[in-house]
């Protein structure tokens, strides 16, 4: 089976684990979809006279997966980040809450097998982690890492499910796409690179009777990154060389006006600075470590808007 | 005589491209029917009913 043919959706689940019946799937923008359900077996421990295995026990389930995208504004990377922030979207807005229902979501890859297509389906799927990458030259990488309830499989479509294409399909967005609106106070920094790590730290839970979850916990929510600027002035090291707090990250991302993307994190610690060193050719550049904290102003950590100007 | 079916149509307008897979049955293979965004068609009562409250359509 060609993985080129490969099709990746995902629908928002109204009750949490179930696929919602004649379901409008929206199409992902994919690089593709890693991870493997786990579904360990290990050999019993029973002594035995013959010292051989006779029997294994089951253990317990887990569904990982990871989606790889670029940075795209599209209605099936909302599903995504909704799940990721625990919330659903308000007005365009999204910031952090610990709301499941509406924010889980079915996966669903479809292989393209010719006669008969196989599919897989990921139910119950909720957003464990992010890391979003953006390097001047490359489209910014967003890595969706997920946890779900259990997998079906199948050879046909869900009945009347239909599968919208992607929309707005504008290319994906390049750190040239992205205005700078404030960073932790430095004057016209020239960004080089940014690298995010979003986490809810999800835990399977299980109980007696099955080897799949019953439910996955909200963990603690984690926003932290680092940010690498051209060493342009002292201050852009010596400033962090002490912890400064209460420093506003906010950049826009993307090329088409009312279709952007706006990530906020209005009350940061801005810590651990460095200045890199390349060799004889090269330039510096200080790399700044940051962690988003709670926003009272926002009522979230971070704020993510859509559809921005 | 049982009276002749009567396939009700209803006429839409496609608002968003999509497309679905209809079994053809028998182990054959699933057909991919496609729609852009902007086609006038008819479709039974049944599609039109649901493409609209996907808001995928709308009645043309």
Redesign the interface.
């Known amino acids: 089976m060609d993985s080129a043919n490969k099709q990746t959706a995902v629908i928002a689940e109204v009750t949490v684990g179930t696929t919602p019946a004649?379901p409008?799937f929206l199409l992902a923008r994919d690089i593709r979809v890693s991870g493997a359900p786990q579904r360990p077996n290990t050999r019993s421990p029973e002594r035995r006279p013959d010292r051989q295995a006779a029997s294994m026990v089951q253990g317990v389930a887990t569904y990982p997966k990871q989606i790889e995208m670029p940075w795209v504004r599209d209605a099936a990377s909302d599903v995504l980040w909704a799940s990721l922030f625990g919330s659903p979207w308000v007005s365009n807005v999204l910031k952090v809450g610990s709301v499941r229902t509406g924010t889980t979501f079915t996966l669903e890859e479809k292989y393209e097998g010719?006669?008969?297509?196989p599919y897989r389906r990921l139910t119950g799927c909720m957003v464990d982690n992010v890391s979003i990458n953006f390097q001047n030259g490359n489209p910014g990488q967003i890595n969706f890492s997920l946890l779900a309830l259990g997998e079906t499989t199948a050879t046909?479509?869900i009945a009347?499910?239909?599968?919208?294409?992607p929309?707005p399909a504008y290319d994906p967005s390049t750190p040239a796409d992205i205005v700078v609106n404030s960073l932790f106070g430095l004057a016209s920094p020239k960004v080089r690179s940014l690298q995010m790590q979003i986490s809810n730290n999800l835990q399977q839970q299980y109980a007696f009777g099955s080897a799949d979850p019953f439910a996955i916990g909200l963990g603690e929510f984690n926003v932290q990154g680092v940010v690498e600027v051209y060493f342009n002035a002292l201050a852009d090291y010596s400033a962090f060389v002490v912890k400064q707090t209460g420093q506003t990250f906010d950049i826009t991302i993307g090329a088409t006006m009312n279709f952007k993307d706006r990530l906020v994190l209005g009350n940061c610690d801005v810590f651990n600075p460095n200045v890199d060193d390349p060799g004889q050719t090269g330039v510096h550049a200080v790399t700044l470590n940051f962690l988003g904290k709670y926003y009272a102003t926002d009522a979230s950590a971070m704020k993510l808007t859509r559809n921005a100007p | 005589m049982a009276a002749p079916e009567i396939d009700m149509e209803t006429t839409i307008l496609i608002l968003?491209?999509?497309?679905?897979?209809v079994?053809e049955g028998d182990?054959?293979?699933?057909r991919k029917e496609r729609y852009a965004q902007g086609q006038t068609i008819k479709v039974s009562d049944e599609?039109a009913a649901?493409?609209i409250a996907?808001?995928?359509a709308r009645e043309a």
């Open positions: 004649t409008a010719g006669a008969t297509d046909t479509a009347s499910s239909t599968y919208a294409a929309t | 968003q491209t999509f497309h679905r897979f079994s182990g054959r293979p699933e599609d649901d493409w996907k808001g995928l």
